[in-house]
């Protein structure tokens, strides 16, 4: 239908997997699987299948404008949605539907993450088409959620009202943050928390009602400019005004807070590639339980490890590592325990503090 | 003196250093420490303290050629003995002897090779002067010893008649290959076994005469050629021989079977930089024992480490590692335990084997 948009959120600087993703060439930019095609494009490639070309947009940080046209030269350039300051999440999702509701008030809208991976695709294009359907008759505020697999700490939760089974839509009675292990190990036991992976859906309407709601100091900003949307004008506007907003995301924003929360969970062979343990975990293994990503390796006496080298020529030879991240990109090479991957922020910040900029 | 020659040995693959030494530019012509002089720069500067310019040689192999005559420029390339394939030592010395034979048959030669480290370059001096002069009497073929301060496995021993002190020529009665740890422990607490320095010292004849005795093939092949060596036959009758040569060490082929073996022991700060091991027992530390070598590096709970990356701009980001070799160069990434580093020649000649030449 017409009435349907995709939002792809890119403008993350995915510093969870540096050094392989850089300030400069983040990873969802990145061809992860060696199969010619980066995880944007993934992403885009997905929603094509059941939202209409002209209807998907791109939310990136100006910086990423040439990298996006270059990877999905498809897209008109009104189709990339520029913001000039990162913000997280909550802002995009404003300046988008914004932009959306001006050139269709009726819009029913999909807002999705660029790093997941979906492996039953059929199965989630079939959701997405009941979830659009569901909020185009509902102002309500709709998540997809998964059910864990593990007491994993890397992923808000949502606890439903009711023990769902797959593919039902019940209200959420919390949506919580990222939990402790001890709090994670519970939601998983309890059989009520789903993962959130990220992936909303909303009437046009009703998000910018959440926003005027439970963050109207980005609303009433970008009301200034509610009649240049779609204009020539937007982007000076964005431009000026964008960096105004608030930053925040929009779980912890809104999701967190609105009371029209509803969840739809499916299983869809989900995963989000934010850290190198996640990558660990769902990449094809060798007999030692070692990934070697689209890398060349010789292993000895090496198990458990995560191996990306970001040229392709480049030989890795490992012996006697356990359970350790090899990454090498650019200008850095990264070793360190699978364990303490959590870190990595912290090694990126001491990177650029002591060294510089281009160590980001 | 005009009689006194220096042959400096640069013809190694320094596999052991793989991959930082790589076959088309190996250890001896990097700048190891980040002085601005490569190892061979160092080895020739130190002898021209001692030996007339002229008077030095090189002897490598033809594919290093250009790097040596870059590095020495002052060279002539006479000075430059080219051998078309690898024969390891004894074939080098022949090689050199022949030569230099036909320029002066009262010649006394020192050889040496390129990469070792001498700290204390006026003791070594002095005592070079010592042997050269005892060579010039004596149709003896002298080695410098050192006293052992470990049992290390990767030197050849020499067993001196005598419990000699410092600067004292005594007979040699044993020249034995490497040691397993046993036999290490064994030589390094008797106090009659010193450290095979292979830095060699003899007149020209003497050496000739051995190689008659000793490895008469070799001597044969370089007869045929009497009359050719220093005539611009040379280079064409050399790159049509020397393959025909044994590939043996002077060591091995000459020095353990002679009987006119002397021992120079001295004192002079010696480190055979053959190894990552040596490396890492002599360079400078932080304070928990890594040894980034001229390398940007941030570490993290990380002890004993030797970093060397051959990029300069590249920083390594280390966490958790303990007593690992971490050693980057052109194609090659190489992680392994400091403890095994004898492996380095495996896995040098499986990255050969199952990805080819260029990771050599």
Known sequence: MTNNYCVILAGGIGSRFWPFSRATYPKQFLDFFGTGRSLLQITYDRFTKIIPKENIYIATNESYSDLVH???????????????KRRNTAPSVAYAAYHIRAINPDANIIVAPSDHLILKEDVFLEEVRKGLDFVKENDALLTMGIRPSRPETGYGYIQSCDLTTDGIITKVK????????????IFY??????????IFLWNVNAIIDAFHKYLPEIAVRFDLGAPIFNTPEEHAFIHQNFPYCLNISIDYGIMEKAENVYMLCIDMGWADLGTWGSLFDIADKDANGNTPLKTKALLYESNGNVIALNDPKRLAVIQGLQDYIIAESGNVLLICKREDEQRIKEFMADAQMKFGDEFQ
């Open 70 to 84: 270059q990877q999905l030269p498809q897209l008109k350039g009104s189709q990339i949605l520029l913001e000039p």
């Open 174 to 185: 919390t949506f919580t943050e990222k939990p402790n292990l001890d709090l994670a190990k």
């Open 189 to 198: 036991e309890s059989g009520e928390f789903f993962w959130n992976s990220g």
